[in-house]
Structure formats: C-alpha cells, structure tokens
C-alpha cells in the first residue's frame, strides 16, 4: 500500500485496515515524522490510539506535558487526550500507530494555533 500523510502530516502506511483485512475495532499503520519536523496538535474524538515507537527519537506532547520517546516505549493516548509528536533525530522517527475504534480522517480535530 502506498503511504499518505494524516491530518497531523505524519506520512502513514496503513497496515490493517476494516476495508482491507476484515478488522472491526482495530487499525495498526506504521507512521513516520521526519527529522526536525513536528506533528500538527490534534485529538481523536472517539478512538484511543497507542504510539510504540521504533526507531528515532522524539518529543510526545500530550495532554500539555512533553516527555521523550524513544524505541521500545508506547504510550496510550485516550479519545479526546491532545497530542503531537516531534523528530528530534537525525534519523527519521517511526511509530506503530494502533487506533480502536480504527483511524478516520473524520474522527480527528485539529487544534488551533502552530506546532508547539
């Protein structure tokens, strides 16, 4: 599948989706933020999603705290919870992004104002 970028602009390849392999509740992507780049702030209205990172290393901002992350952590974000995620590598960072109910473009709300 080729990839595409999110509403946040983390370029995504979507790895188990309900129109692709039967899933119900669930959807996993692999997503990448390159080098230097930040994810827009956003929620997700009704789904939780859990970030385990990879590879790289980043900055996850959620809720209004920023804490590190890096490979072998994940984080649950809860529906409503607003977060974005900044490369601070030289390599790119890659999470494994799992979503219930699965990811929409629809379900996620942009925050107002830039990047932090």
């Known amino acids: 599948m080729e990839p595409y970028r999110t509403l946040d602009g983390s370029l995504v390849w979507e790895l188990v989706r309900p129109e692709l392999q039967g899933s119900r509740h669930l959807s996993v992507a692999l997503a990448e933020v390159a080098p230097g780049a930040v ?3 956003h929620c ?3 789904s939780e999603e859990v970030y385990y990172a990879l590879s790289g290393e980043g900055e996850l901002t959620l ?3 920023t804490t590190p992350l890096r490979p072998g952590q994940a984080v ?3 529906a ?3 977060h974005s995620v900044r490369c601070v590598s030289a390599e ?3 999470l494994l992004c ?3 109910p699965p990811y929409q473009h629809e379900d996620t709300e942009l925050a107002e104002g830039p990047a932090t």
């Open 39 to 41: 994810t827009n702030p």
């Open 44 to 46: 997700h209205r009704t």
């Open 63 to 65: 809720a209004g705290e």
């Open 76 to 78: 649950l974000i809860r």
């Open 80 to 82: 409503g919870q607003g």
């Open 92 to 94: 790119p960072l890659r």
């Open 98 to 100: 799992c979503c219930a």
